[in-house]
């Protein structure tokens, strides 16, 4: 039954891939992107990466969805339609298919058993005093990496504030509706925000030794911020707030600072202290956490719209 599982997914991940690139309509392809980001989710769940299935869900479907949504909003109601290339699928589905057998090819050349690092990890993990080899991995042995992809994050709000008809960069995003929020939304606002918060505090701290992490947690706190923005119970934060972008800034230089500290801790950059690398590696986390929540929901909302007039 399990073979049979796993075959079935794989026919609908084709599936649900093919709805993706042959929808014509622009907001039929983005809800079709987002289920097939859902069904990948399960399919990293039968390869045992719940870590990836749960940043897979939250980041690639649910957040990028919203984005993707929010862009699809945004085009003309008649957008230009440019003359048709009749080879231009044709040779974009050779190529798909070029690269898909490429791969496959590279996958089932592998040795038996395939190359791994996976020993190392789990002899070095009890130094960490970590659980989850995942957590291990990211903050730990290839630290210096997680350090960028935050930076990388905060880029990417750089470049949607730069969308800002304001230089500075002052005001408020847009609203997500036009029209005030109506009951239900509050109403559920109100009920679910509060369990979502739970949600991605458990896994803030489970992630030292159980799936989840940083990523996981930031991406559920910033859909519950999210929530009570569109149910009208908080405003949208103003971008010159000097709270707001201490919050963002908080992760990436908290990491960096930790990492500078390790030379005198450690005798090296990104090293913690000894018999303190777990209570260092959440406080990191919990500094990641809050930057990516921000940083996401900011992403979601919008460039700045400009500076309030009284």
Known sequence: M??????????VLLAGALGVVTTGAARPAVIAFIGYGLLLGLAWVRLAAVDVALTEIAIGSGISGVVLLRCVRALPAEPLTPAP??????????????????????????????????????????????????????????????????VVLLLSL???????????????????????????????ARVLAPIGVLVGLYLLWAGADHPGGAFQSGAVLAAMGLLLVMGDQIRTPAA?????????????????AVGFAGWATAGVFLGYPPGAEKAVIIAVEVAITVSIAVTLGLIVLGPPAGEERP
């Not at 800002?164 to 929020?181: F, I």
Request: glycine share 6%; proline share 11%.
């Open 240 to 256: 010159e707030s000097r709270g707001l972008r201490l919050l963002l800034l908080a992760g990436p230089f908290g990491f960096l």
């Open 85 to 150: 290339n009749r080879m231009l699928k044709p040779l974009a589905a050779v190529v798909s298919i070029t690269i898909a057998a490429a791969l496959a090819a590279v996958v089932l050349a592998l040795p038996e058993p395939a190359p791994s690092r996976a020993a190392d990890v789990a002899a070095a993990l009890p130094a960490t005093d970590l659980g989850n080899p995942v957590t291990g991995v990211l903050l730990v042995f290839r630290a210096l990496d997680t350090l960028l992809e935050k």
């Open 158 to 188: 750089v470049g949607v504030w730069a969308l800002s008809r304001d230089p500075a960069c002052r005001g408020r995003p847009a609203p997500l509706s036009p029209e005030p929020a109506p009951a239900p939304s509050a109403f559920l």
């Open 2 to 11: 399990s073979l049979v599982f796993d075959a079935v997914l794989c026919l």
